[in-house]
């Protein structure tokens, strides 16, 4: 299974970036995807699902109205639109896919993409 994130790199802040991220060798719609975050010295953070049925989303209160996830199930691909982007915002931004077989919660992660917001 490879997860494989892209997009990242250094915007000013009020900018706006798209990451992307394919997944290979699974069943992409099977897995409900999300983007976390993590900054240096602090713990990961989820920033957006969306799930693997009805493509329902989530996200976190700190990026609300800033960002937007969405799927492309005929490419494997998963998508996260920055927009407004922040100092705090800095951090590598990683993708999961996840899915529960049975009682089980599978996950696969990228390696991440880093985000880097700073004039």
């Known amino acids: 299974v490879q997860v494989v994130e892209s997009g990242g790199g250094l915007v000013q802040p009020g900018g706006s970036l798209r990451l992307s991220c394919v997944v290979s060798g699974v069943t992409f719609s099977s897995y409900g995807m999300n983007w976390y975050r993590q900054a240096p010295g602090k713990e990961r953070e989820l920033v957006a699902s969306i799930m693997r049925a009805d493509s329902n989303t989530h996200y976190a209160d700190s990026m609300k109205g800033r960002v937007t996830i969405s799927r492309d199930n005929a490419r494997n691909t998963v998508y996260l639109q920055m927009n407004n982007l922040r100092l705090e915002d800095t951090a590598m931004y990683y993708c999961?896919?996840?899915?529960?077989?049975?009682?089980?919660?599978?996950?696969?992660w990228g390696q991440g993409t880093q985000v880097t917001v700073s004039s």
């Open positions: 999961n896919a996840a899915r529960f077989l049975g009682r089980q919660e599978i996950n696969y």
